[in-house]
Structure formats: structure tokens, C-alpha cells
């Protein structure tokens, strides 16, 4: 979810206005503007496989696979919601006009950070979640805050166990906001997929309630605005 735009400053929302912004909200979640895939590992030096396999209920899903020569571990990238596994494109419209306001018109491009990991010592699975990047679409394209994402998690830590070449490796989970709320519900959900992951960084965890209330803050929206009926 992006910010809205902020009002001009002293702007007072009249009651239609207010009611657009609450129903753009909640169209951000009914039908997510899908990021694109702007970057690739060989851009910074690194071999990559691309990889297709199926989250724990059956969606598609598109990612790199990529390896890092006699590493011992594998880490598994889960990405933030808007973006897709090689970043966000918020300098570019219409994404530009839809970070702009909480100071976000900037570039974010994830593919530099595989490389510190792969330098490191660790085999990359870097992917898109459900409804973001090239993955498959599910439950109406609608976004879960991390509770149907979490069926992504677990698929893809299937597929690490399937690989003959990775299967007995450490696993550990870099999940960002959307992917941080998708790996703790999938832990919650399927405690056992969960039984061989020595370590997660989960960077930005967050609630659709705090996404809300600093969209509507932004926006100048009285808390008495959202709440009464």
C-alpha cells in the first residue's frame, strides 16, 4: 500500500472527499498496482536461474534462483507489498506520484543486496509473492497483510527442500514489511515447514491498522472521520 496524497497544507477534507480517500484505500487493497521486474542478478555479476514453482496452495510463483559456489546456506528473500523481488520503481510514474508524499519518489532496487549475500556465503531465492511482480494472481488479486501470503512462505521453502542441490542447507528467511507479516503468519499457519529455518530477519513488520492510520494522517483525515458510522 502507498501513501495517499497529501492535502494542501491548512486544507480542510470536506465529507465526499474523505469518503473517496477511504474508498481509494480500500481499492489499494481489492487491486494492487503490480511493480515490474526492472533488474536482474547478472547487472551486478551474478549467475542466476530463473525459477517457477507453486506457493502452498497451488498459485504460481516467479523467481531467481541464485547460487553462490560451495556455500553451505541459503537465504529466501520475501519482499515488501508494491514491490516485486528486484524492487520498486518509485521514481518512475504511476508509482512516483503514489510514494511521493511520504518522501518515497525514489528508486529501490533490491538485486545490490543479493550480491552482499551471495558474497557472504549464501545460495539466493529471491521471488515474488501472490498478485506482485510476474507471480500468479489469487483470492481476487486482493492483499492479506501476510495471511494468504503466507502460503507463498511455505511454498517456497518447499521448493528450497526440493532442489537436490540445496535441500540439506541451513535455510534462513529475509522478510521484509509484507514479507515479515507473511513469515510470521506462515509460522502461526504451518509451524512444521518451519522445522529446519535456523533464523529469520524480519525487517519492518507492520499491521494494516499502522498502514492506516499514517495514510490517513498524512492525508489530514480526522481519526473521528474513519471510525464513526
Known amino acids: 500500500m502507498a501513501d495517499p496524497p497529501a492535502p494542501p497544507s491548512g486544507a480542510r477534507l470536506s465529507d ?17 498496482l503490480r511493480a515490474p521486474v526492472l533488474h536482474t ?16 496452495d497451488g498459485v504460481p ?9 560451495g556455500a553451505d546456506r541459503v537465504v529466501v528473500a520475501n519482499h515488501p507489498s508494491g514491490f516485486s523481488r528486484s524492487g520498486l520503481p518509485s521514481h518512475l510514474e504511476p508509482w512516483r506520484s503514489r510514494w511521493a508524499s511520504s518522501g518515497n519518489a525514489i528508486e529501490v532496487d533490491f538485486v545490490p543486496d543479493y550480491r552482499i549475500l551471495h558474497d557472504a556465503g549464501y545460495h539466493v531465492l529471491a521471488y515474488d509473492l501472490r ?15 501476510g495471511l494468504f501470503e503466507a502460503r507463498d512462505v511455505v511454498g517456497s521453502l518447499r521448493y528450497v527442500r526440493s532442489r537436490p542441490d540445496i535441500r540439506e542447507l541451513r535455510i534462513g528467511l529475509l522478510s521484509r514489511c509484507l514479507g515479515a507479516n507473511a513469515t510470521f503468519a506462515a509460522m502461526t499457519q504451518s509451524p512444521d515447514a518451519f522445522s529446519t529455518v535456523r533464523g529469520v530477519v524480519a525487517v519492518q513488520p507492520l499491521t494494516t491498522r499502522v498502514i492506516l492510520e499514517r495514510q490517513l494522517a498524512l492525508a489530514g483525515v480526522p481519526t473521528s472521520a474513519s471510525t464513526t458510522g
Open 41 to 56: 542478478p547478472d547487472e551486478v555479476g551474478l549467475d542466476f536461474e530463473d525459477v517457477t514453482f507453486p506457493s502452498a
Open 131 to 145: 498478485n506482485h511482480g510476474l507471480s500468479g494472481a489469487a483470492n481476487g488479486g486482493i492483499g492479506t497483510s
Open 61 to 69: 510463483l516467479e523467481g531467481w534462483f541464485i547460487p553462490a559456489p
Open 16 to 32: 465526499d472527499e474523505i469518503d473517496g480517500l477511504l474508498q481509494g484505500i480500500a481499492d489499494g487493497f481489492r487491486s494492487q
